[in-house]
């Protein structure tokens, strides 16, 4: 079966440092992006960036650059978005999702079943 | 900037629903695909993509959601909403970066 599927729920402490996890199966994990998305409670989806698991290339929106890390280890078939210091404000359910370059069909097709991340001191 | 309206909709069962996603620029990219998708999500759920390209409809969709539009101004269509509809509604365009649209929820009237 062709799915994403992510690490579980987390509660830090701000300043904290945190990475979670997208891992996926059922496919060939380096032909396609994972794209990380944002929703803060009770808000719509924001994109954040993504990232290339054949090379690890990412790109970041302006909004959450500097902020976050993405990375992936294709050996292991998983993608990765850190943080080195956490904010109460990063407090939300976060998704990974796939899409192929040049395949309209398969643009954010796949989603992941998210991971909620709680920061509070 | 993708601009959805309504933000929220209140429809009988049966009835129809339509939802409005305007673009700031037109989502026509230089491969000739326009990169305009639309999602649900159902309360306590990861988002589905129910449209891919403007108006195709993904695997398994029921052939009540439809999808339009062209340029800068898109619509995705319930002809006869059901109680399973329930949720938000998210348009996404693909052509430049990814940009959501805010949502639109949908309910029950």
């Known amino acids: 079966e062709v799915q994403l599927v992510q690490s579980g729920a987390e509660v830090k402490k701000p300043g904290e440092s945190l990475r979670i996890s997208c891992g996926g199966s059922?496919?060939?994990?380096?032909?396609?992006?994972i794209s990380w998305v944002r929703q803060m409670p009770g808000q719509g989806l924001e994109w954040m960036g993504r990232?290339?698991?054949?090379?690890?290339?990412?790109d970041y929106s302006p909004s959450f650059q500097g902020h976050v890390t993405m990375s992936a280890d294709k050996s292991i078939n998983t993608a990765y978005l850190q943080w080195n210091t956490l904010k109460a404000s990063d407090s939300a359910m976060y998704y990974c999702?796939?899409?192929?370059?040049?395949?309209?069909?398969?643009?954010?097709?796949?989603w992941g079943q998210g991971t909620l991340v709680t920061v509070s001191s | 900037v993708l601009t959805q309206s309504p933000l929220s909709l209140s429809v009988t069962l049966g009835q129809p629903a339509s939802i409005s996603c305007k673009s700031s620029?037109?989502?026509?990219?230089?491969?000739?695909?326009?990169?305009l998708n639309w999602f649900q999500q159902r309360p306590g759920q990861s988002p589905r993509r129910l449209i891919y390209?403007?108006?195709n409809r993904d695997s398994g969709v029921p052939d009540r959601f439809s999808g339009s539009g062209s340029g800068t101004d898109f619509t995705l269509k319930i002809s006869r909403v059901e109680a399973d509809d329930v949720g938000i509604y998210y348009c996404?365009?693909?052509?430049?970066?990814?940009?959501f649209g805010q949502g639109t929820r949908l309910e029950i009237k």
């Open positions: 999702a796939r899409h192929k370059t040049g395949s309209p069909n398969e643009l954010f097709a796949l």
């Open positions: 059922g496919y060939s994990f380096t032909n396609y992006w």
């Open positions: 990232v290339g698991p054949s090379d690890s290339h990412s």
């Open positions: 620029q037109s989502l026509a990219y230089s491969d000739g695909n326009t990169y």
């Open positions: 390209k403007v108006s």
């Open positions: 996404m365009q693909g052509s430049y970066s990814y940009t």
